[in-house]
């Protein structure tokens, strides 16, 4: 990552789509890895955090994301979006599929984040398969922050009531609060990326 006390996103280019093993895995630039259940907004966020539109693919179906997609951020680093875990309406087959990628990257595929954000509907707060994801990521030693993601959809009171309880069940972990709808937090979340 760019070594500025203010980092800014002046580059970004998708590079390339894997569903299995691949030499960008351990390639040497750093990589920050997108994970969280599926709809929560991973791949939205990675557009706000890059400033465009459409860089990423996203849907208001769950499952859009079905490989593992590298972008290449100011020519240094990789944002690594990550297929999406846990929804209960997509196709068993798939969903199995997706998460075995998800656990074959963060377990047995040699790559090294240098820190994994792991996306959360804040109205939805952390689901069973979070608590899963979170033992997952502590047991492979990444480091990792939470993004309580679609702040937008609560009061400030509930985004602070949300804040307090995810915080709370997720044992210290620090929590970022974002929205792409109103920008909210993404600087924030792009500074701690750094
Ligand atoms: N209200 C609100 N909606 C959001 C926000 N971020 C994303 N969304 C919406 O949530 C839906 C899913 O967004 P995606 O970015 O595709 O979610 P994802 O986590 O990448 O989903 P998968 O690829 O299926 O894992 C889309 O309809 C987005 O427009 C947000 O901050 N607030
Ligand atoms: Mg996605």
Redesign the pocket.
Known sequence: MVHSSRMKVSSSVFVKGIRGTDPIVTDKLSQVA?V?????????????LCNKTNL???????????EINYFLINGTSYFV?????G?AR?DPVEKEK?QKLIIWYLTASGAKPSIVVL?LDSKVGLTEFDQQMIEILREQNHPFVLAA?????LTQKEVSQKLAAIAKEAGGVEVIP?????HDGVKLLLQRLV
């Open positions: 997108f969280g259940r599926s709809n929560v907004g991973k791949s939205s966020l990675i557009n706000r990423v693919k996203v849907s208001h179906k769950p499952g859009k994301t079905v979006d990550l297929p999406g875990y929804y997509v997706l996306v993601n679609k702040i937008d959809k974002t929205s792409t709808l109103s």
